[in-house]
């Protein structure tokens, strides 16, 4: 698990409607990585598929007693471990994994996570600390949603077609006069 840029040069010359020549390959992959990293600071999420263990997470409790968590990942691809702690008290309860219920949410938090294995339900106003261990982001850059490949290519266009500050002349001191 790897990081992987989130477009390639060919797709950003596709965008541009740029000749296939090779010459600018390296720099063009360059701008790939760093709009892509920049992508995961601004959405402050990871794209790319990696392994978080442990990942320590707030948690609400829902009517029903399920423990429910935003992890901040926009997809989870498995979810080996889980273990709950309410207040601040020193030990962490296991949850059973096997009844955990990943909704991918349709906003911009990414991945839902709902642990319906646990009733908490006397607990419902407690503040809640889930540790997670699972996998987590896109495995390849054919898993990603296709508009974040669109934004990186168009965020790379913005910069190859920003122009540079045009230079201001300087007064001359007074001492040079």
């Known amino acids: 698990m ?6 390639t040069p060919d797709q950003v010359k596709q965008y541009l409607d740029a000749s296939s020549g090779s010459g ?3 720099l063009l ?13 601004y959405t402050s999420q990871i794209w790319y598929e990696q392994l978080y ?19 901040g990942v926009p997809t989870i691809t498995s979810l ?14 296991t949850v059973s994994v096997a009844e955990a219920d ?12 709902t642990l319906l294995g646990v009733d ?5 106003d407690q503040r809640v600390a889930l540790r997670l261990s699972m996998t987590a982001g896109y495995a390849t850059l054919d898993d990603l949603p ?24 300087r007064p001359c001191p007074a001492s040079a006069r």
Request: glycine share 4%; with cysteine.
């Open 120 to 124: 908490l339900s006397r607990w419902r």
């Open 24 to 26: 600018n390959d390296t």
């Open 146 to 169: 296709a508009d974040l490949a669109w934004r990186a290519s168009r965020r790379l266009r913005n910069i190859k077609s920003a122009k540079p500050p045009a230079a201001t002349p």
């Open 102 to 113: 990943i909704d991918l949410v349709e906003r911009q938090s990414g991945a839902q996570l």
């Open 53 to 71: 263990a442990p990942l320590q997470v707030e948690a609400i409790i829902d009517r029903d007693g399920a423990l429910i968590c935003w992890p």
């Open 29 to 41: 992959a360059r701008l790939c990585t760093a709009v892509s990293r920049a992508i995961d600071t």
């Open 80 to 93: 080996t471990a889980a273990s709950y702690r309410i207040g601040r008290g020193p030990s962490w309860q």
């Open 2 to 7: 790897a990081a992987f840029d989130y477009c």
